[in-house]
């Protein structure tokens, strides 16, 4: 079953990500609520999705980057905890996910009854990106093909299959779980690979999960 | 370069695994587009530095590219000078007979300039006001280098006339975007691995161009790169010196130098010698941009870099540094902050004592020192590469040019 070729095979995608400045700056949590209500939602995006192309080695306080401002450049611990553990895959779109993150800084600012300001820190800038899709070349038909090959591309690749997939294009599952289901025929490894959260860990525990658990599978093929 | 224009294969063990096949696969996409680059020089400064690495690596991967300066012979220098300061926020005033001459100046330019290229990007002031001759065919960028996060409103506002009639502007990081209705797009500028000022150099290749320089290595080093202007700091980082000194023998090399039409630099540059006159570990040297080996030889023989300037567009020394797996200390003053991580990859501080405490921190703890150093090897080779910004010159030409 694992060793069945795939009719369609999986081509792996990289991607360059080109980073775009929107000229808004907030210095205190009125300011980053009342842009976060106006800018595109490419920005929120950005700031919530791929920060996990730009941290890969020294990833920040908190996977997103209004709960590392909020924490680290305003010194507001309690704003940065309850912003760092909103989980973008827990929203149907990227508009319901900013709804939570303005309805929480309303709600914070409005129980302490002051706004914080950085004092001594950065503001907070607000970007997007455009994420120029590039094929690898890579292109894979069986399960231990695509293990192999999965561990020796750029976490770029993991990025653009797994959270741009979903973030952005809205796909309902990752591509790598999408593609084990429909071309390998295995759902019950697809549905594992496809409740991976990437948001606490981060590109490589994902890459690495999901490594194991085709070794798994593989190991039990006849 | 002295040795052989490096490929862009020779990248491929000092860059991130599976960038250099990326790059090739998104140049496939910008293939025989033509690009030009404007710069004000072709020989002087962090510009020159850069596209003396970018271009040829351009064309090698298939975009046809080409690089003109507006200012050859060096003549508008001076000019050119005046008005970097008021972007980066001096508060002397430019009078009006600068602004009359830039305009002369960029009218002479344009009609001299030639056009068909499917993307031109002029670099910091001098050719900005080339866009007022532009074509209709063809993007037009404005990649600025310098730190205009607080520029002076007058010498902004002049020159802002000039980049709102452009496609798109560039800047080294997001403090610096400014209020435009065009693109501003963020491209942190990179160093070259392979070129003289960062290839490896071996031991002996060091202590023979110390020896030459007149730099014994009998104690731990403490250098400094940069012009001598006060954005810069040096007499600030001869201060933090002598209160490393107190604990610490060692010994303070600070490269620089002044050009002789900015009368502030060479009076700084007379307060330094002066200091330097009465202590024999304080050296002083003035070397020409061309001895990029010096500074190669000098950072690698150097035990701590400081960069402690108050106002930087990006500060590639940094970086330099950090790649030759160096303690860092710098100024926090824009792109610093973004290449230091504070803590992990070297210390950014705020004032001298800031900078004595570190230093001093630092010559006690060698392996705080190698710490800090190899996370700082590891983060440029990440993202202040020539690799990467190819990746993004490749990535600006196929959004600006579908």
């Known amino acids: ?222 | 370069m002295t040795s052989a224009q490096p490929t862009l294969e020779d990248y491929r063990p000092l860059a991130p695994a599976g960038t250099i096949d990326i790059l090739r696969r998104l140049s496939e996409r910008v293939r025989r587009r033509r690009l030009l680059n404007v710069s004000a020089s072709r020989e002087i400064g962090g510009v020159a530095e850069i596209l003396r690495g970018l271009v040829p690596l351009l064309e090698e991967v298939g975009v046809e590219s080409t690089w003109e300066s507006v200012d050859t012979e060096g003549t508008a220098a001076s000019m050119g000078v005046r008005l970097h300061h008021a972007l980066q926020g001096d508060e002397e005033r430019v009078p009006e007979d600068v602004f009359e001459e830039f305009r002369t100046f960029t009218r002479a330019r344009a009609a001299a300039l030639e056009d068909g290229a499917d993307m031109v990007v002029t670099h910091d002031v001098l050719p900005v006001g080339l866009v007022e001759s532009r074509p209709q065919e063809g993007a037009w960028v404005w990649r600025c280098h310098l730190d205009v996060s607080r520029p002076q409103r007058r010498a902004w506002t002049f020159l802002r006339q000039y980049v709102v009639k452009y496609d798109a502007a560039v800047f080294s990081l997001p403090a610096f975007a400014q209020r435009l209705p065009i693109p501003q797009f963020m491209l942190t500028p990179a160093i070259d691995p392979l070129g003289d000022k960062n290839r490896e150099l071996s031991a002996r290749e060091v202590d023979t161009i110390l020896a030459r320089l007149g730099i014994p290595q009998d104690k731990p080093i403490l250098l400094q790169v940069g012009r001598f202007d006060r954005f810069k700091d040096p007499l600030g980082v001869i201060e933090a010196y002598r209160l490393v000194k107190r604990q610490h023998d060692c010994r303070l090399v600070l490269v620089g130098g002044a050009e002789s039409d900015d009368p502030e630099g060479v009076e700084l540059s007379a307060d330094v010698r002066e200091a330097a006159s009465r202590d024999a570990d304080l050296h002083v040297l003035e070397l020409a941009p061309t001895e990029r080996l010096e500074v190669n030889a000098l950072q690698r023989a150097a035990t701590i870099v400081l960069q402690k300037s108050t106002r930087e567009g990006f500060g590639l020394g940094v970086a330099e540094a950090m790649w030759k797996s160096k303690p860092v200390i710098g100024g926090f003053a824009g792109g610093i902050t973004a290449q230091i991580m504070y803590g992990i990859t070297g210390y950014t501080v705020n004032s001298v004592e800031g900078a004595a405490f570190r230093a001093r921190q630092l010559l006690a703890d060698p392996e705080l020192r190698a710490r800090l150093g190899a996370a700082a090897r590891e983060h440029v080779r990440q993202n202040f590469l020539l690799t990467r910004h190819l990746g993004d010159m490749l990535a600006l030409l196929a959004t600006l040019t579908r």
């Open chain 1, 1 to 222: 079953m694992t060793e069945r070729a795939a009719r369609t095979p999986f081509h792996f995608l990289g991607c360059w990500e080109l980073r775009e400045m929107l000229g808004r700056r907030a210095y205190d949590e009125r300011e980053l609520l009342e842009h976060l209500e106006e800018v595109p939602v490419d920005s929120i995006y950005f700031h919530t999705h791929s920060c996990f192309l730009r941290e890969r080695n020294f990833p920040g306080t908190y996977p997103n980057d209004f709960a590392t401002w909020a924490a680290i450049q305003v010194r507001d611990r309690v704003l940065g905890e309850k912003l760092g553990i909103v989980d973008p895959q827990d929203f149907a779109d990227l508009e319901s996910l900013r709804t939570e993150v303005v309805s929480l800084i309303d709600d914070h600012v409005s129980q302490i009854g002051s706004v914080p300001r950085v004092m001594f820190g950065e503001p907070f800038y607000f970007m997007q990106s455009r994420v120029l899709e590039i094929p690898t070349g890579i292109k894979v038909r069986t399960l231990r093909e695509f293990r192999d090959a999965l561990a020796r591309v750029d976490a770029a690749v993991v990025y653009l299959h797994v959270i741009e997939a979903r973030g952005r294009k809205g796909r309902r599952r990752n591509d790598f779980a999408a593609w084990i289901d429909e071309q390998l025929g295995l759902p019950e490894l697809a549905g594992v690979v496809s409740r991976l959260n990437p948001f606490p860990f981060g590109l490589e525990r994902v890459r690495a999960r999901i490594i194991a658990l085709c070794d798994t599978a593989l190991e039990g093929a006849p």
